[in-house]
T-cell receptor
Framework: NAGVTQTPKFQVLKTGQSMTLQCAQD?????MSWYRQDPGMGLRLIHY???????DQGEVPNGYNVSRSTTEDFPLRLLSAAPSQTSVYFC?????????????FGPGTRLTVL | GENVEQHPSTLSVQEGDSAVIKCTYS??????FPWYKQELGKRPQLIID?????GEKKDQRIAVTLNKTAKHFSLHITETQPEDSAVYFC???????????FGTGTRLKVLA
């Protein structure tokens, strides 16, 4: 199993550009989520999904969209990039929520918005 | 909104000593509390977790204790080693949602 994969690893955008961060898992996990990690602020939940076709907002959803058309993929779209979105983005997945099943994180995408 | 407070933000210990990191949560009905270790430049990885019906859980040198009355839980690392140096995050599930709230992290340095 590849586990949770994310692409790209690094990205530089200009203010106002849009892009999609890719996330995929091959463990047949129902629960997937996106976090951003900023210095001194821990991990903050952006959006999550409990299965194909079902998504919802986390703590910091503004400026981001998600969709979940398949169990495997959960892309994160930045609609119009802003410098405040400079961060490290992690995708995570687990078989279920709130259980003792491990939540696995992807390797992260480091995004810089100029 | 719900939150998780984590202390201390940095912790330095001598190799072989114990380290304790504490988290306090606000949602009294939270029922799942994982701990993650993140090495520099790497992804967070689960190291131990506990459910609300258990007061303590141990895995070799790592243990987690939960006090539901006081709404806090702690990570205990005994006989620390240099490879324990990392940032540790606590988290709590939010009742009635599919969300986790994370603490702000503790940078642990184990001095050889």
């Amino acid at each position: 199993n590849a586990g949770v994969t994310q692409t790209p690893k690094f990205q530089v955008l200009k203010t106002g550009q849009s892009m999609t961060l890719q996330c995929a898992q091959d463990m047949n996990h129902e629960y997937m989520s996106w976090y951003r990690q900023d210095p001194g602020m821990g991990l903050r939940l952006i959006h999550y999904s409990v299965g194909a076709g079902i998504t919802d907002q986390g703590e910091v959803p503004n400026g981001y969209n998600v969709s979940r058309s398949t169990t495997e993929d959960f892309p994160l779209r930045l609609l119009s990039a802003a410098p405040s979105q400079t961060s490290v983005y992690f995708c995570a997945s687990s078989y279920a929520f709130g259980s003792t099943d491990t939540q696995y994180f992807g390797p992260g995408t480091r995004l810089t918005v100029l | 909104g719900e939150n998780v407070e984590q202390h201390p933000s940095t912790l330095s210990v001598q190799e072989g000593d114990s380290a304790v990191i504490k988290c306090t949560y606000s949602d009294s009905a939270s029922n799942y509390f994982p701990w993650y270790k993140q090495e520099l430049g790497k992804r967070p990885q689960l190291i131990i977790d506990i459910r609300s019906n258990v007061g303590e859980k141990k895995d070799q040198r790592i243990a987690v204790t939960l006090n539901k009355t006081a709404k806090h839980f702690s990570l205990h690392i005994t006989e620390t080693q240099p490879e324990d140096s990392a940032v540790y995050f606590c988290a709590a599930s939010i009742t009635g949602t599919y969300k986790y709230i994370f603490g702000t992290g503790t940078r642990l340095k184990v001095l050889a």
